[in-house]
C-alpha cells in the first residue's frame, strides 16, 4: 500500500513551500505520484488525504487559500493515469469519514473515484482501522452508496 502521509509540523517543516492548502495538496498529489512511479505498491491511498489536513487548523496551520479540487486536477489526472498503468488499485477508505460521520469525507472523493472508474481502475476497501472495531467500519454504507458501491462492485 503506498499511502503520502505529509503531515506539516511546527517543529519539522517537511516542506517549506507548503504553507496554504492549494501547496499541501500539490506537494501531496506529488508524491502521491512519486509513489506510484515506482511501481512497487499493489495500491494507492489515500489520494486526498488533505481533506482531513484542511479539516484540523489547529494541528495543521495552513493558510486556507481557496483550495479546489479542480485547481489540482491535472495532477490528480497523472496520479490516476500511473495508476492505471501501473495495474495498481485505488484504495476506498472511510476513516475520515467515520470520525466526521459524513458518508462525503471518504478517501478518495466522489469526483477522483469517478474519474479513476472513467480509466478502468480498479478498487479495494481499507478501513484504516487503527482498532479492532474499525474492521470493516462503514463498508454496508459505501456499497450502497451510487459511486463508491459501483467502484467497489466493479
Same mark, same amino acid.
Do not use: Q
Given at each position: 500500500l503506498?499511502? #503520502? !502521509? =505529509? /503531515?506539516?509540523?511546527s517543529? $519539522?517543516?517537511i516542506?517549506g513551500h507548503?504553507?496554504? /492548502?492549494?501547496g ?7 508524491n &502521491?505520484l512519486?509513489?506510484?512511479k &515506482?511501481?512497487?505498491?499493489?495500491c494507492i491511498?489515500p489520494?486526498?488525504m488533505?481533506?482531513w489536513i484542511? #479539516?484540523?487548523p489547529?494541528r495543521? +496551520?495552513l493558510e @486556507?487559500?481557496?483550495? #479546489?479540487?479542480n485547481? /489540482?486536477?491535472e =495532477?490528480i %489526472? *497523472?496520479?490516476l493515469?500511473? $495508476?492505471k ?6 484504495e476506498? @477508505? +472511510?476513516h475520515?469519514? &467515520?470520525? &466526521?460521520?459524513n458518508?462525503? @469525507?471518504t478517501y478518495p472523493?466522489v469526483?477522483?473515484v469517478s =474519474?479513476?472508474? %472513467?480509466?478502468?481502475?480498479?478498487f ?5 482501522? !487503527?482498532?479492532?472495531h /474499525?474492521?470493516g467500519i462503514m463498508?454496508?454504507e459505501? *456499497? @450502497? !452508496? +451510487?459511486?463508491?458501491?459501483?467502484a467497489?462492485?466493479e
Amino acid at each position: 500500500l503506498g499511502s #503520502s !502521509h =505529509l /503531515h506539516v509540523l511546527s517543529e $519539522i517543516d517537511i516542506f517549506g513551500h507548503s504553507k496554504t /492548502h492549494n501547496g499541501y495538496a500539490s506537494a501531496m498529489l506529488e508524491n &502521491t505520484l512519486s509513489a506510484a512511479k &515506482t511501481g512497487l505498491f499493489d495500491c494507492i491511498a489515500p489520494i486526498d488525504m488533505y481533506k482531513w489536513i484542511f #479539516s484540523n487548523p489547529e494541528r495543521f +496551520p495552513l493558510e @486556507n487559500d481557496g483550495f #479546489s479540487e479542480n485547481i /489540482h486536477s491535472e =495532477l490528480i %489526472e *497523472a496520479v490516476l493515469n500511473e $495508476i492505471k498503468a501501473k495495474g495498481m488499485f485505488l484504495e476506498i @477508505n +472511510p476513516h475520515f469519514a &467515520t470520525s &466526521t460521520g459524513n458518508i462525503s @469525507n471518504t478517501y478518495p472523493s466522489v469526483s477522483i473515484v469517478s =474519474l479513476a472508474m %472513467e480509466k478502468g481502475i480498479k478498487f479495494n476497501y481499507g478501513s484504516d482501522a !487503527h482498532t479492532p472495531h /474499525h474492521v470493516g467500519i462503514m463498508l454496508e454504507e459505501l *456499497a @450502497n !452508496h +451510487p459511486v463508491y458501491g459501483r467502484a467497489l462492485k466493479e
